[in-house]
C-alpha cells in the first residue's frame, strides 16, 4: 500500500463512528517555549473545523482556560483534579498527603471525569484541568498520580476526535505517568541552545517511553538564520517531522486569549493550520 493510500486509510477510520482512535497530543517543551498558545490553537482550530475537542492542561499554572477565552473571572476559580482529594480517595483508596492505608486501586474507574470536572468551552470543545504530576521526590505512587495515570489511560478510549494535553513545563514532570496513551508529542522550542537542549532530552525520553511521533516545533523564529541555527543543533532521527512557527508579534497582543488571535489570522495563526494539516496524514 502507497503511503497516500495508508493516510487516507488512517483518515477514514478515524472518521468512522465509534472509532476510539483519534488524534492524542501531547504539547511539551521548555518553560515559556509557547506550549499553551499553541495547544489554545490547536484545540480551537479543531473545533472551528467541527472537530469533538478535549483540551487537557496539566500544568500547574492553570493558564489554558485563559487562553482558550474561558472567563477570566470563572478560569480563576478552576481548581484541577489532582485537588479534588473527596474524589481521588474515594477512588484510589488513599487521600493525597495521608499514608497508604488497606486496599489502594492503581486502575481506578474514573469514566465520570468529563462529565464531573470537564468545562465546556464551546459547542464541541471541553477543558479539563488535571494538575501536574507529583515530583519523584515525593514518591511516584501517591494517591494523585494514581489517578492521573488512570485518567490519562482512560481519557485515550475516549471517542474525542482530538484530545491535546498542554503538559507542564521541563524535564522532571515528564515521563510514562504523562505520555501515556499519547501517540504525538509536540515537543516546542525556542532556537536557542537551552531550548533546543531541554527538547532533545524530551524527545529521546518520549521514544523511550514509546510515543509513536515526536514533533519538533521551532516556534518564535526570527528568520531563516533561526531555523538553521535550531537545525544544526539536532541529529538526524531525533525528530519524524520538524515544524517552524514564526515569532509573531500580535501573539503577545492578543495574549492570553488565542480565540482573538485565531480570528485576527496572521502568520503564527497559518503556521499552525500548516502544522495541524501535517499531522493529520
Ligand atoms: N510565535 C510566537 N510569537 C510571539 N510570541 C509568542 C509566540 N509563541 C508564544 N509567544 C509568547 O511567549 C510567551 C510564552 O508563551 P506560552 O505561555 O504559550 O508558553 P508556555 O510554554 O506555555 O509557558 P509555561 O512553561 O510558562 O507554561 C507568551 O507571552 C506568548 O504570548
Ligand atoms: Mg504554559
Known sequence: ?????????????RRRPGNKG?????????????????SA??????AAMGRKVLAVDQDAQQNLAYSLGYPPDKAASL????????YIEQRVGARPGRGWGGLISLNPDVSDVTERFGVRIGPNLHLLVMGGVVQASTGCLCPENALLGALLRFLSSQEDDLIIMDAQAGLE????TVAEGFGT????????FNSMHVAGRIASLSREIGVRRVVLVINKCQGE?????????????????????PFDPSVRVHEPNVSFLVDAGGPYIQAVRRLMASLAQ
Open 1 to 13: 500500500m502507497s503511503r497516500k493510500a495508508v493516510s487516507e486509510l488512517a483518515r477514514e477510520l
Open 22 to 38: 483519534g488524534q492524542r497530543i501531547l504539547v511539551v517543551g521548555k518553560g515559556g517555549a509557547g506550549k499553551t498558545t499553541l
Open 41 to 46: 490553537a490547536l484545540c480551537l482550530l479543531g
Open 79 to 86: 481548581r484541577p483534579i489532582t485537588q479534588e482529594l473527596d
Open 173 to 176: 514532570p515528564f515521563g510514562r
Open 185 to 192: 508529542a509536540l515537543i516546542v522550542s525556542e532556537p536557542t
Open 225 to 245: 538564520e533561526d531555523v538553521e541555527r535550531a537545525l544544526r543543533m539536532i541529529s538526524d532521527q531525533m525528530y519524524d517531522d520538524v515544524c517552524p512557527l
